[in-house]
Every structure is written in C-alpha cells, then in structure tokens.
C-alpha cells in the first residue's frame, strides 16, 4: 500500500467515525421524541380501528351519520369503480347503486 | 485556588466512586444479573419497552434528569463558602445520589419495569399512593412557582434573552410538524434552529432595541406605574402572567407539537454549556475568589447546606425518570449501574461548574461578601451571579462577556422553561388523579386541572414578598423545593432498602442516606418553621411558607412512620406481593 493509500484508509476511517458518533448523538436526543411520536400514532390508528369497525362490537359508527350526505356523489364513482373491478353487480347492501 | 484543581479533585472522586463504589453496590448489593431478562425485552412493545444501548441511554437518562435545578441550588449554596458546597455535591452524588438513581432502575428493572409510586402503592398500600401523590403535588407546585420566578428574573436582568427564548417556541413547532408528518431526522433542523436561537441572543446584546427590557419600557427603577406597583414589581407581574399563558398552552398540546421538539433543541444546549464553561475553565484557569469558608454568616450551613442543593447531590425527580422510562428501556441488567449511577454523575459534574463559575466570578473576597451578604441576598442574587461568572468562563474562549452572559441566560431560561411546562402537565395529571380518587370528576378534566395548576402557580410566585417589595421573593421558596425533593428521594430509598432487606441483603448502603436525608430535612423545617416562618421571637411571621412548612414535616414524619413499619412488617407477606411482580 502506498503512503496516499494509508492517507485514504485513516480519512475514511475517521470519516466513520464520526458519522457514528453524529448517529450516536441523536439517538440520544431522540429517543424520548421517538416515543412519543409512535403513542401519538398508535392512538390515531386505534381509533380509526374503532371508527371502522364499532358496527361489528354493537357500538353505533358515529361517522355514518356525517358521512350519509356523501352518499349521493360517492354513488355514480362506486358503480363506475365495481364495473371495472369485473364485477357488474354492487357488492355491498349499503351501495344500491344498481 | 486554581478552580482547575477543584474539577480535578471532583472528577477524580466520580471516577474512584464509579470505579470502585457502584461495582461494590452492584456486586454485592443489587447483586446484577447479566442473564437476567429485563422489561425492555420481556414485554418489548417498541413504545415504552424498548431495548436500547447503554450509551444511549445514559445520554437519554442524564439529559432528561439535568435542567436548572442543578445550577440554581449550588449558586445560592456557595454562600456558606465553596467548599462546604464542593464536598456535599461529591460526597452526595457518590454516595447517596449515585445509590439512589442506581436503586430506583434495579428496583423498577425487578418489577416489570413499575414506576415508584405504584411500587409504593404495592408495597405499603394506598396509603403510600396518596402520600406520593401528595408530595409529588408539592414538588410539582414547587418546581412551577421556583421555575416561574427563575426566568422572570432572568428576563429582567437579562433582556437580551428574551427574544432568543421566544424564538424557539415557533422554531420548535415548526420542527414538530416536521417531523411527525414529513417523519426525518431532528438533527439538521435542530441545530439550525439552535444556530437561529444564538444568533438572536448575541444580536440582541449588542443591539438595545432588540431587548425587551419591560423595567425600561415601564420608566424603569422605581418608576410608579399602577396600583402601586412600581416599573420591576409591574415587569414581574407582566412576565408571570406571560409564562402561565405560554405553560397553560405549553402543557395541553400534544406532546410532539412543541414540548419534545424543545427538549431536543435543550438537549444540544446542555452539551453546548457544558462543553462552554469546562473548556472555558480549562483554557482561563481562574482561580477561586470566593471564600472556602464564609466565616460570617447570618444562618448556620448545618443543615439547610443539604436542602438548598438537592438536584446535583441528590434528587428524588431523578427516581421518577429513572423508574418511569430508563428502566423500561435497559438492554441488561449491568447497564443499570453506567446509567443509573453514570446519570448521577453527570450531574454532580453540572452543580460543580455552577459553584466554580459563581467562586471564580468576584475580583476578590470582599466584592464575593458584599454581594452574597446574607443568605436571603444568596437566594436573590445567586442565580445572576452565575450566569456572569458563566459569561466569564466563557470569556476565556474569546467570547465577549456581555454576549456569553446573555447565551448562559437563554441556556438557564430554557431549562427552566422546560421544567415548567413539564411540571405544570405533571400536575394537571395529578389533580386529575386526585379528583379520580375522591370523586370529583369535574376537576379530572384537561382545561379545568390545568386552570387549577396555572392559577395555583401563579399565586403562590407572587404570594411570597422579599425585601425588594411585589415578586422579589419567589427564591423564599427554593428550600421548600428542595425538601419536598429530597423526600421523594426517602420514599425511593426507603423503597429499595425495604426490598434489599427481604432479599436478606445488607440495607446500610441506602438506609443510611435515606435516614440522613430524611433526619436533615425534619431539621432544616423544624428550624424554619417553628424558629422563622411562626413569627416566633423577633422573626417576621410568614404565614404561606409556615403552612408549607407544617405540611413537610407532616410528611417527613409519616415517610419515617411507613419506613419502620414496613421494616417491621411479615417479611413473608411483603415478599408474596413484591414476587408476583417479579419478571424472574
């Protein structure tokens, strides 16, 4: 190895180093944000989970209500979406759009 | 003295403590199991139980223990002299703090990873949880009313802090809506909003128009203002009604819109600090200009030394950290000593900067005496006194002192900041609880326990006057921090001694700081209560800090009372309940 080799060798060392302990160092601060952030979006996905599926344990989807006036635009894309799913018919009672 | 020889001579006892002490209390008494299958791994849910390397962890741990507290008791304990001070922040860290914060992780670590209040609770019974509750409501109250009259004063001393300290608040927002939609790394943005912060404060030292100095813009000095206030007592009310707006909003966000983004940027500027005034030491070298010993005091060191430095010797808010989030975190069991007692370390280190930065600020003996001339003036004007003498360490890397001054002021209004708000969320948590537990469900709510801690802060800060009228005497109130701290750390103490004791393992090692605390702060109250706030002889009776007082003491005797008890107590039945949280 010539002595410009060893100079490239020792840079790139030092070079991962230091990207180690920058990586290292916000770990640090991080961890607590981290944390946080993940209850934050555990709670936004547990009620999602129970906005869709409250029907199914007997609770009362309060969402249905809010969402009834969207029914009439929502029905023309629905019938055109199931047409090109291959499916002539609509699948779901609560869509009769045909 | 050289303050150099001084760092020496502590950082060499943290290192022989932590060499020799924490693997004698591990060994012997914690008796640590490498093999041992910790919360983090046994109940690993990628939140609150997460394995995670011990580096990393000591940096989470000693980051989210170190604040103001640390700085702000050892700036008024130098009034006694520096070495008193000196002696009870390493004696205290290497044998009562580093215990302790060490105990609370293994204790918490033993039992699924459970926080001290609800080991209590098991342990001795709802009693136990009521008084944690209690005392935490104290602290909590303490801290908000301290932390309050801490930045309004800095604010008026320093008002080229203000508006870097205002700054943060939308840059940390900013960061938290950036981070919790877009997701990326912290790093960049916070250290270009810390770059931001810092070019504001030293900005603003040097031009005047970017300072908010209310005293000035209300006519300054004694400048009658309004009902009776004059333009410092009206700057005061103004800034205390500013930050119980800002703590009202602060503590009923959400966590990652402005309170974790703060941390993190806070985070920095403990390094920033810390590495600013020990190199400062280290290329100034300045020798101690304080005395060692203050040979004319107006109140004896014994034994109110050992209440106004708790955070920095030892601290019962550590506990709290160390049993609610480090030990659900802890990879093996052997990481609880480098955390638990590396974090106590760490912050014996911060409280010795903060006393060589206030014993080496005077230019002599003399100048140290007329400013800290009683130990009211201590508490008034410690906290000033170091943020110069920080300035002045910071001087010697070629900053100009005015503008290291104003840096160390916005770092100490940001710790304190955070402090604040934390606390002030902490109990609307425990109102809530309270009002839970006594079926008052009204007061559980968010807004209604908030309003309740706000308003409650807010008066007891102003309450309490000092000798410069309306405001002046927020730091009266910095012993009853320091006490209620200190008995949350008996209850932990307490706690672990009782569980080394029906392990049939020896309990001297933390049965002995748990009794000397306890026995200090019964001492230091009775003396302040029963001989200053009663009135009794020729002192001014204070009726505020009496009640505050009384309610300590009740306390105090209560822990002692729980302690001999459970000490007392079938081993067999303690140990049924004990070992059906045990994870082993």
Redesign the interface.
């Known amino acids: 190895m010539t002595r410009a080799d060893d100079e490239r060798a020792a840079s790139a060392n030092w070079r991962t180093r230091i990207k180690r302990l920058?990586e290292?160092?916000?770990?640090?601060?991080?961890?607590?944000?981290r944390?946080?952030?993940?209850?934050?979006l555990?709670d936004e996905e547990d009620l999602f989970m129970l906005l869709c599926f409250c029907d199914m344990m007997g609770i009362p989807n309060p969402v249905g209500d809010m969402t009834l006036e969207l029914y009439p635009y929502m029905l023309d894309r629905f019938h055109e979406w199931h047409k090109r799913q291959g499916m002539p018919r609509s699948p779901l009672d609560g869509f009769r759009c045909c | 003295m050289n303050a150099i020889w001084i760092a020496i001579f502590g950082a060499v006892c943290f290192v022989m403590g932590y060499r020799f002490y924490s693997k004698f209390i591990a060994e012997r008494i914690y008796r640590l199991d490498p093999d041992f299958q910790t919360p983090a791994h046994a109940y690993q849910d990628?939140?609150?139980y997460?394995p995670?390397?011990k580096?990393?962890?000591w940096?989470?741990h000693f980051?989210?223990v170190a604040g103001a507290a640390p700085i702000v008791g050892p700036a008024i304990a130098i009034y006694w002299g520096w070495l008193p001070a000196i002696l009870w922040v390493v004696l205290g860290t290497v044998f009562a703090a580093g215990v302790h914060d060490f105990g609370a992780v293994v204790l918490s670590n033993r039992h699924k990873g459970h926080s001290i209040g609800t080991l209590a609770n098991k342990l001795i019974g709802q009693r136990a949880k009521l008084l944690f509750l209690f005392i935490i409501l104290i602290l909590v109250l303490m801290i908000n009313a301290v932390f309050a009259w801490v930045i309004a004063k800095l604010f008026i001393t320093f008002p080229a802090s203000v508006l870097s300290v205002f700054i943060q608040i939308p840059l940390a927002v900013w960061i938290g809506y950036r981070?919790?939609r877009h997701s990326g790394?912290?790093?960049l943005p916070?250290v270009i909003a810390l770059a931001v912060m810092y070019g504001a404060a030293l900005l603003a030292s040097e031009v005047p128009f970017l300072q908010i100095d209310l005293v000035s813009w209300f006519g300054g000095g004694d400048t009658a203002v309004a009902g009776g206030f004059d333009a410092t007592s009206m700057a005061f009310l103004v800034w205390i009604v500013v930050l119980m707006a800002y703590v009202y909003i602060a503590s009923t966000l959400?966590?990652?819109k402005l309170l974790?983004?703060r941390?993190?940027i806070n985070?920095?500027q403990l390094v920033v600090g810390l590495a600013l005034l020990y190199l400062g030491l280290l290329v100034g070298a300045p020798e101690m200009t304080a005395p060692s010993v203050n040979g004319e005091t107006d109140v004896s060191w014994y034994p109110l030394l050992f209440i106004t430095i708790a955070c920095g010797a030892i601290s019962g808010f550590h506990g709290l950290v160390a049993s609610g989030?480090t030990s659900k975190?802890l990879d093996k069991e052997t990481d609880a000593r480098f955390i638990g007692y590396g974090g106590a370390l760490g912050e014996g280190m911060l409280a010795m900067i903060a006393i060589i930065a206030v014993g080496t600020l005077f230019a002599s003996s003399a100048d140290f005496t007329a400013t800290y001339s009683s130990f009211s003036a201590a508490g008034s004007s410690g906290l000033g006194s170091f943020v110069k003498g920080a300035g002045q360490l910071a001087g010697n890397l070629g900053i100009p002192e005015h503008m290291g001054s104003t840096l160390v002021a916005v770092i100490v209004v940001s710790f304190a900041a955070t402090t604040l708000d934390t606390a002030v969320r902490l109990m609307r948590y425990i109102i809530a609880e309270l009002g839970n537990e006594y079926g008052m469900p009204v007061i559980a709510r968010k807004h209604v326990a908030t309003s309740i801690a706000v308003i409650t802060s807010a008066a007891l800060v102003i309450l309490p006057e000092g000798p410069n009228g309306f405001g002046s005497g927020g730091y009266l109130l910095w012993p009853l921090f320091g006490t209620s701290n200190q008995l949350l750390a008996g209850i932990t103490l307490m706690l672990v001694s009782v569980w080394l004791k029906r392990q049939g393992r020896p309990v001297v090692f933390t049965l002995v700081p748990m009794l000397f605390l306890l026995v200090m702060t019964l001492w230091a109250m009775a003396q302040q209560v029963i001989f200053t706030w009663s009135g009794f002889g020729d002192a001014d009776r204070n009726l505020l800090l009496f009640t505050f007082g009384s309610l300590i003491m009740v306390f105090t005797l209560w822990i002692l009372l729980e302690a001999s008890r459970s000490f007392r107590q079938d081993p067999t039945a303690v140990q049924e309940s004990l070992s059906s949280d045990d994870t082993r």
Request: a negative charge; aromatic letters at 10%; proline letters at 4%.
């Open positions: 920058i290292g160092y916000d770990a640090v601060l991080s961890l607590q944000h944390r946080e952030i993940v209850r934050e555990q | 990628g939140v609150d997460v995670t390397n580096w990393i962890l940096g989470h980051t989210s981070v919790y790394s912290m790093l916070s959400p966590v990652w974790q983004p941390d993190y985070s920095h989030t975190q």
